[in-house]
Each structure stands twice: as C-alpha cells, then as structure tokens.
C-alpha cells in the first residue's frame, strides 16, 4: 500500500448506524472530523508547555517589577514545577508517568533520571543564568561569591570527611579485608 492511499483512507468520512433513543427508525449518521484524543494528548501537553514559557518569557519581560527582582531561570523553573504538578494530577496514564512502570518502551515522556537531569536539564539553565548575568552585577560580589566558595568547600570537605571518619570509629560503617589484605 503506497502513501497516497494510506492518505485518502483517513480521508474517508465514517459512518453510523444509530436507533432512535424514543423508539423510532434508525437513522445514519456521518462524522466528517474527529477528536483522537489518545493520539495528540502528549504533542498537546508538551506543546502547550512550550507555548506557556513563551508567553511567560514574553510577559517577564514586560513586567520590570519582577524581572527586576527574581531571575529569569528561576520563573521557567516555578513555571516547570507547577506544569508537571498539574500534569501529574491531571494525566492519569498507566505508563507516562508512572515511575513504577515496567514497560519502558510505553513511556511517553522521558524517565526522569539523574542523568537526564544533569546532562540535559541542568546545564540549559546554568548557562542561561551565566549569560543573563551582567558583568558589572558579578565583579561587584566577586568578594562574596569567592569567600563563599572557598568556606563552603572547606567546610563542606571537613564535615562530610569528619563525619565519615566518626562514623567509621562507631562501627556503624565496616571494611572488610579480602584474602590478600586489601579493603
């Protein structure tokens, strides 16, 4: 069956046959445009996703009041937040997003993993922070954005090694020695 014929049968109008509901004669009915909702449900809901950051992109930019005070990335972020929530109360499919789905090849959406989320996700929003961050903003918190890192990196490396130490001294946390002496 070539193309053109698989296109002139979706091109057909269907008809139905119905009876009267008081009773009467049956009478034909012909459905020239349908609604497949099973088929266009995902395309409409990332679709419309892509339509909703527009327009909240292009309204962002036009309210100075909050353009002024909250990060761009940050809106798309809330914006994605309550998206997903209203997907996930609205869309009730067994296998979209369904974590607990044991068929992989019937997920519609991405399973969301960390590697999609650190490969994928993450570095779009890092770099369009970086980019809408103006010079002059950053080399006047240079001070304060280095001290932060440098304490949060020392002390980030002395507690979480502290601890694991403490916790290897209680004997929460073992190591075992193979036959050649190696932990």
């Known amino acids: 069956m070539n193309t053109s014929s698989m296109h002139e049968e979706k091109m057909v ?20 445009i349908g609604w497949r909702w099973m088929e266009v449900k995902n395309n409409l809901a990332v679709m419309g996703f892509i339509l909703l950051s ?12 909050i353009s002024s005070k909250v990060p761009e990335s940050c809106l798309l972020i809330i914006l ?20 607990r789905c044991l068929d992989y090849s019937h997920l519609v959406f991405p399973k969301f993993t960390p ?12 770099l369009e922070a970086a980019y809408c961050l103006h010079n002059k903003h ?6 304060s954005i280095l001290f932060f890192a440098v304490v949060g990196t020392v002390i980030n490396f002395l507690l979480t090694g ?5 916790v290897q001294y209680l004997g929460l946390i073992g ?9």
Do not use: T, W
């Open 80 to 99: 994605g937040v309550m998206f997903g929530g209203m997907l996930y109360l609205f869309y009730d499919d067994e296998c979209s997003l369904n974590q």
């Open 54 to 65: 527009g327009l909240a992109k292009l309204g962002f930019h036009r309210a100075h009041v």
């Open 162 to 166: 502290g601890l694991l130490i403490l």
């Open 115 to 126: 590697d999609l989320f650190f490969l994928y996700l993450l570095p779009p929003i890092i």
């Open 13 to 32: 109008p269907e008809v139905l046959q119905h009876k009267d509901s008081h009773g009467g004669d049956e009478h034909l009915e012909i459905r020239l």
């Open 138 to 143: 950053f080399f006047d918190n240079i001070r």
């Open 175 to 183: 190591f075992q020695e193979d036959s050649n002496g190696n932990y």
